[in-house]
């Protein structure tokens, strides 16, 4: 199935995902290392993620989910997206997963999410973007912070993962214009 882009950047693009991207993403969202990072910890079936896919066109406008596509390679390297939008607010939550191990560290992730905030600003008109982290999770607090975004408080051990109570860090993107006032 060929894959529709919706924003398109130098590495990388974000484009709808499709049927095709179900055993690729049920064998990243399985690997023991991602449940670390993610509050998932169940197994997935690919079913499940089929399934997933398929509900995705009915959950906008609340949830915007993209893969992020290698631009030259056109393979996976991981999704993006906005969930629970709420356009009366002007907010929403991001997340973003990157796939494989040696996609990381390279810049895909920034790239992306750089196209996913101008899309929530200047498409959506979203206001604030809400980046959350696990406290242990230096790669997404490093990412927060080179894209802008400013830390906002931290829900201490908010979440069971692993055997472990962790922390979650929260960080705010602002449409420029939009910052609150000190």
Known sequence: ????????????????????????LTRWINQEEMREYLSTYLPMYA??????????PSR??????????????KTLLGNIGLHRVKQKDGLAHAGIFIGDRQNRKKGVATEAGQLLLKYAFDT????????????????????GKKLGAKQEGVMKSHLFINGRYVDVVIMSY???GCEPKD
Do not use: Y
């Open 124 to 143: 959506l008109n979203l206001r604030k973007v809400i980046h959350e982290a696990f406290a242990h999770n230096e790669a997404s607090i490093a990412l």
């Open 60 to 73: 906008m406008p609340n949830d915007f989910v993209f893969g992020i596509i290698d631009n030259e390679t």
């Open 1 to 24: 199935m060929e894959r529709v882009m919706c924003l398109v950047g130098k590495v990388v693009s974000l484009g709808l995902l499709t049927i095709d991207d179900v055993d690729t």
């Open 174 to 176: 602002f449409r420029p």
């Open 47 to 56: 079913s499940q993620e089929k399934e997933w896919i398929e509900k995705l």
